[in-house]
């Protein structure tokens, strides 16, 4: 089955500055990619998703990229803010899969 | 539009005896999910329904298992608790597919004495 590996576990950034979390996968036949935001004690919630046919994908300060070839993705996060702290999951499917592997989580804390 | 509803919210229980967690979806959201939570696991998938049907299934002992109604209401069963299955059981509900656009409930937190 399909395994999501998530780099950093945790993640401490000055207001302002760029945060980015990395995942690889390892099915090749993963086709969807999901990022998750949770804050604490909230329900996790979808930021961003792309799909194997794109490279790149940007909303307002948030970015994914994917590499195929590598089997890794990565979330960017411009000009970080307070709201930003909260624990990212990235998570990788198979369209035929109806399930998503979820990688372990980053903690991300924005200093002020 | 109501979101996710999950009951119970908490859940006290000790080894050996059954639960049953509710879970119902946004209204035409046919697709319900199951996934465990714990503290640096991640997300792990038990198991997903449409129209009544099971689709998938995660790696978990068979003491776990789900069902879902005609209305797309669901419900998560562990029979025979274990310590180890202390945790946050949340369920995601999306139009069709079990893998897109889910949107998840707030989960109910189960600790088992």
């Known amino acids: 089955g399909e395994n999501v590996e998530q780099h950093p576990s945790t993640l401490s950034v000055q207001e302002g500055d760029s945060a980015v979390i990395k995942c690889t996968y390892s099915?090749?036949?993963?086709?969807?990619f999901p990022w998750y935001k949770q804050e604490l004690g909230k329900r996790p919630q979808l930021i961003i998703d792309i799909r194997s046919n794109v490279g790149e994908k940007k909303d307002q300060r948030i970015a994914v990229t994917l590499n195929k070839t590598a089997k890794h993705f990565s979330l960017h996060i411009t000009e970080t803010q307070p709201e930003d702290s909260a624990v990212y999951f990235c998570a990788a499917s198979d369209s035929n899969d109806y399930k998503l592997s979820f990688g372990a989580g980053t903690t991300v804390t924005v200093r002020a | 539009k109501a979101g996710v509803t999950q009951t119970p919210r908490y859940l006290i229980k000790t080894r050996g005896q059954q639960v049953t967690l509710s879970c119902s979806p946004i209204s035409g959201h046919r697709s319900v999910s199951w996934y465990q939570q714990t503290p640096g696991q991640g997300l792990q998938f038990l198991f997903e329904?449409?129209?009544?049907?099971?689709?998938n299934k995660g790696n978990f002992p068979g003491r776990f298992s789900g069902r879902q109604f005609s209305n797309s209401r669901s419900e998560m069963n562990v029979s025979t608790l274990e310590l180890g299955d202390s945790a946050l059981y949340l369920c995601a509900s999306s139009l069709d597919k079990g893998n897109e656009k889910l949107f998840f409930g707030s989960g109910t937190q189960l600790s088992v004495l």
């Open positions: 099915d090749s036949a993963s086709n969807y």
């Open positions: 329904y449409f129209s009544e049907t099971q689709r």
